[in-house]
């Protein structure tokens, strides 16, 4: 079984761009969730989206947002980059109302320049 | 207060000792504590779990064990082995928000 792919791997930004990264959770799995993993500030919960609706969303500004497609699969959208915003962006899928069994993603190393 | 604080931040062991983990949370509404594992270029992987009506969980070498009262939980690695050298975090979370808080890690090192 497939576990979470994300895409891409890396990516490079300069301040002010845009970034979109993506993830397909596992199969059976409706829940996505979105962590960023800064150095210095462990993971922090960003998103959590679930039957293509946004049910919660972390302490971030409006910038960060996102959407879950009808297959599942999600995309983070981080507008008007910031230095700040270099992390390691996790996902995570699971199963709706199961939030301790998250099964994450290698992560999408995001560095803004 | 939502915060787990995890300790200790970095933890050396000789290989086959113990190796102690604790996390300490405030909101008693939390009803689901995992232990996830991450390897350096990986994401955390889900390696234990417990909720608050269970004062001890085993899963081989692994073993949670918690403490409603003291609101406290701990990470017990037996037999320690240098594969097991990776980051450990704890988390809480609350049902139904999909939102887990994570403490802020343990660098475990397991020497030879």
């Known amino acids: 079984e497939a576990g979470v792919t994300q895409s891409p791997t890396h990516l490079i930004k300069t301040r002010g761009q845009q970034a979109t990264l993506r993830c397909s959770p596992i199969?059976?799995?409706?829940?996505v969730y979105w962590y960023q993993q800064a150095l210095g500030l462990g993971l922090q919960f960003l998103l959590w989206?679930?039957?293509?609706?946004?049910?919660n969303r972390g302490n971030f500004p409006p910038r960060f947002s996102g959407r879950q497609f009808p297959n599942y699969s999600s995309e983070l959208n981080v507008n008007a980059l910031e230095l700040e915003d270099s992390a390691l962006y996790l996902c995570?899928?699971?199963?709706?109302?199961?939030?301790?069994?998250?099964?994450f993603g290698e992560g999408s190393r995001l560095t803004v320049l | 207060q939502q915060q787990v604080k995890q300790s200790p931040q970095s933890l050396i062991v000789q290989k086959g000792g113990i190796s102690i983990i604790n996390c300490a949370y405030e909101n008693t509404a939390f009803d689901y504590f995992p232990w996830y594992q991450q390897f350096p270029g990986k994401g955390p992987a889900l390696l234990i779990a417990i909720r608050p009506d269970v004062s001890e969980k085993k899963e081989g070498r692994f073993t949670i064990s918690f403490n409603k009262s003291a609101k406290q939980f701990s990470l017990h690695i037996m037999d320690s082995q240098p594969g097991d050298s990776a980051t450990y975090f704890c988390a809480a979370s609350f049902s139904n928000t999909g939102k887990l808080i994570f403490g802020q890690g343990t660098t475990l090192q397991v020497k030879p």
């Open positions: 995570a899928s699971g199963k709706y109302r199961n939030t301790g069994e998250l099964f």
């Open positions: 989206y679930d039957e293509g609706e946004e049910r």
């Open positions: 199969s059976g799995h409706t829940s």
